[in-house]
Nanobody, 125 residues
């Protein structure tokens, strides 16, 4: 069983920054591709960023390129999302997700096998 627990969300002003963390536990979790996916009220789920288990494959949504950075600490089984220059349109619930079968990062949210409970990020204008 895999458990993903997000932390670090909150309220920030436009132009501010936040760092989200996802602590992963479970067998083989260090071998999984990890991603951040967000969903705003009334909108579809959106892939934000993903990283494979060795860090050789990293992908970002166009909407966050240059502003967000994903990384992982293998020793701690933790994935981070550093968010800079935040905009009101970044407001959403952010979910950590794990994908168990591919070395490459997929941007298709439905391909992810395990999900955290989500954490809210609110950017005020």
């Amino acid at each position: 069983q895999v458990e993903l627990v997000e932390s670090g969300g909150g309220l920030v002003q436009t132009g501010g920054s936040l760092r989200l963390s996802c602590a992963a536990s479970g067998r083989y979790v260090s071998r999984y591709t990890m991603a951040w996916v967000r969903q705003a009220p009334g909108k579809e789920r959106e892939f934000v960023a993903g990283i494979n288990y060795i860090g050789s494959s990293i992908r970002y949504a166009d909407s966050v390129k240059g502003r967000f950075t994903i990384s992982r600490d293998g020793a701690k089984n933790t994935v981070y999302l550093k968010m800079y220059s935040l905009k009101p349109e970044d407001t959403a619930g952010y979910y950590c997700a794990a994908e168990t079968s591919s070395l490459a990062v997929t941007i298709t949210s439905d391909m992810y096998d395990y999900w955290g409970q989500g954490i809210q990020v609110t950017v005020s204008s």
